[in-house]
Each structure stands twice: as C-alpha cells, then as structure tokens.
C-alpha cells in the first residue's frame, strides 16, 4: 500500500476507502504513520449505526493501534520522528468536576478518539501529544496494537483489587474477557472464565484457563465446591449480557467485589437483595488512565501474554468491512487487526 488511504465509516454499515488527507500537526500534536489497528466492539457498535448520535458522519474509526511518529509540532521534545508508540485515545475537557478531581478519564465531557474525533484507520494521523505512549523495541508492532485492549484489562483488574491467591470469575470471554483473565492471572490470582461460545472456549483452554460453559456445567455448584461455599473473591462481568448480570451477584463470596466491565445498552435485572445480604460492592471500570498503558505496555513485552495466538487474522484496510461482517458472526475468530500502512 504506497498511496496514503483512510477508511471512511458512511452509515448504514456502509464502508468506504478513500484517499486519506493528512492533517499537519499543531505546536502539541504528532503526525503517526499507524502501522495496525484492532477492530473492537465499540466499532462494531459504530458500524450498526447504535452510535450514529457521536459520530460525525463520514467518519474515520478506530483507536487500538500502533504505529511510528512521522512528524512532532514544535513545542513537542518528548518524542520524535521515528519513535514507535500507541494512542491513549481520551481527550478530557480539563475543567469539568470529573477532571477537576484527578478523573480526566471520565470526564463529563470526554471525547473518544475514534469515535467523537478521526480515528486511526488511515495511513497518516495526526493526535495531541499528552496521547502518545513509547513502544520499547522488544514489542513488535502488531503485538504493540494489542496494548490499548490490555489496558482496559489492566484498568478492570486493578479497580478490582485482585491479589494473589484469591478466586476470581470472568463472566464472559470475548477478547476483553480474555485479557482480563489474562491479566488476573499474572497477579497470582485463580481466575475461571464462564463462556458459551464453543471457539473462545477452545482458545482459552489452550491458554491454560479454566473455562466453564455455563449452559453445560452449573458455574454456582462448581465455584462453591472449590470455595468450600464461600463465594469468589472478585467476579468481573464482561458479557454484557442479562445471563450474566444475573449470575454476578450469585457467585461472589461476603463482601466480595464486581466490576461491571461490559456496556448494557439496556437496565438488566439485578438482585439488589443479594447486595445488602453479602454487603456485595460493586464497581463499573471504563477506559484506562495513563499507569494502565504502562502496566499494559510492560506487561505485553514481558512476552508472559499469548498475543499472536489472540490475533485471529491481519487485514488490509480494503478489508475492513468483511472484517466487521466476520466478527459480528460470532464464529471462530478473536481479534482482528487492520494493516493501515507499510511498517
């Protein structure tokens, strides 16, 4: 691919590649020649048209990527032409309570890179410096596109105050799921994925998890006869579906703690009692903050994470649109990453 191209999201699932007009970098901001992208399920959100209200149509996607800096404005000193990094795609407002507190990642006013502003699948992108996180050598490029997914991992699990030795369930085992348990998993904790579809759960085997079908095995039976009835310590739910908001308040132990990781696009039905009879907490994680791309980042190039094996396929751009296709399928496939121009 020599010419410089950009993915154009048009609506009604409709997918166009056009050229891809470079956009000069102000004083604070860096032009990337991004090298792969990751598709995920906000894009695949995007691409149905449920987020038709933010996008500002047609739109550039994307934000799981890793590419090289090609040129840094004039105030920049911090990186360089060169310099291989990834995007922590958050632009706070900087004045809101939520910023005003030490929160800027949940600003009331946040704007989502990819979403609410051009996003990475284009040869050429240009984003404020204050997003920027350095690649060390030792990651390659795809893996590096892998880091902004395993920051959110990074992010659910320490909200989660997972330590080593407690019992931890991942209700859901779709790629965040995956890398939650991942994650969980390097900080000593024993971690059990529920999961139904019959691929994520071959794959997750192979990683060595212990991944229950909750449509074959009871999960409640099986997490109270390896608790001695007490209950996991942690249980995060990444299913976002009404199964598993039920089954969260089921299988934690006395005060023990969720994290609701998933987005329910609708209010589901949640025992409340349970809450007050265990003094159940429960706690939502969205996006990161900057010490998760870091953890996220050290973590990847420790080679400790199976991350070729969580990468089902790599796509040119003109492919995007069947990649979308392939995922919402639900069929043998991970993550996708979308090559965006040359390394």
Not at 222 to 234: F, L, N, Q, R
Request: charged share 20%; net charge negative; with cysteine.
């Amino acid at each position: 691919m020599n010419q410089l191209q950009a993915a154009f999201y048009e609506g009604n699932q409709r997918i166009r590649i056009g050229a891809c007009t470079p956009v000069p970098p102000g004083a604070s901001e860096v032009q990337i020649r991004v090298s792969y992208c990751g598709i995920c399920g906000t894009d695949l959100h995007v691409f149905h048209g449920a987020m038709d209200h933010r996008v500002h149509i047609p739109q550039v996607l994307g934000h799981e990527m890793s590419g090289t800096v090609v040129t840094a404005g004039a105030s920049v000193q911090s990186f360089a032409p060169g310099d291989r990094v990834t995007v922590r795609p958050l632009a706070p407002c900087g004045h809101c309570p939520a910023c005003h507190a030490g929160h800027s990642h949940i600003c009331h006013n946040l704007k989502f890179i990819g979403i609410d502003a051009p996003g990475a699948l284009q040869s050429l992108w240009t984003v404020p410096v204050h997003t920027l996180h350095r690649l060390p050598e030792s990651l390659s490029l795809e893996q590096g596109a892998l880091v902004e997914p395993i920051a959110v991992a990074c992010h659910d699990v320490r909200l989660g105050g997972v330590a080593s030795g407690e019992y931890v369930v991942v209700l859901g085992g779709g790629p965040i799921g995956l890398l939650v348990a991942l994650v969980t998993r390097s900080r000593g904790a024993r971690v059990v994925v529920s999961e139904v579809n019959p691929f994520r759960i071959k794959l997750a085997r192979e990683f060595g998890l212990d991944v229950v079908n909750p449509l074959e095995t009871d999960l409640v039976q099986k997490i109270m006869d390896e608790t001695g009835t007490a209950g996991a310590d942690v249980v995060f739910e990444v299913s976002g579906s009404a199964a598993g908001a039920e089954m969260l308040t089921k299988i934690p132990r006395t005060r023990g703690r969720i994290v609701v990781v998933a987005i329910f696009s609708q209010p589901p039905k949640i025992d409340l009692f349970r809450f007050f009879w265990r003094e159940l907490q429960l706690r939502g994680a969205r996006v990161y903050e900057p010490e998760d791309f870091e953890a996220a980042i050290a973590l990847a190039a420790s080679g400790s994470l199976p991350l070729d094996r969580i990468v089902t396929a790599i796509q040119p751009l003109e492919a995007l649109a069947e990649a979308m296709h392939e995922l919402e399928g639900g069929g043998p496939v991970m993550k996708i990453l979308v090559r965006c121009a040359e390394s």
